[in-house]
């Protein structure tokens, strides 16, 4: 059974910085891409960053050269670091893991960025 588990979420100040950490259990046999998302109250989930079993990166516009998305094959895990945080920032964040049959998600992590 895959189960994967976000941290890393916390409060901060604008302008502050945070690592997210995505760990998975369970093995996947065939991984397209992993990637993070986000909601914030009354918003849709939207991609934030992803990058594919090839190592390719792709970025939401709002985040890109702030957030880096990057991965540890040998510990399973999947990082997001987020610079300069702004407050329209504040968000669940969500890991995803793309197969070629399912989509996995993580339960989230609370990411608040304070004015």
């Known amino acids: 059974q895959v189960q994967l588990v976000e941290s890393g979420g916390d409060l901060v100040q604008t302008g502050g910085s945070l690592r997210l950490s995505c760990a998975r259990s369970g093995s996947i046999f065939s991984i397209n891409a992993m990637g993070w998302y986000r909601q914030a109250p009354g918003k849709k989930r939207e991609l934030v960053a992803r990058i594919t079993s090839g190592g390719s990166t792709d970025y939401a516009d709002s985040v890109t050269g702030r957030f880096t998305i990057s991965r540890d094959n040998a510990k399973n895990t999947v990082y997001l670091q987020m610079n300069s945080l702004k407050p329209e920032d504040t968000a669940v964040y969500y890991c995803?893991?793309?197969?070629?049959?399912?989509?996995?998600w993580g339960q989230g992590t609370q990411v608040t960025v304070s004015s």
């Open positions: 995803n893991v793309i197969t070629k049959l399912y989509s996995y």
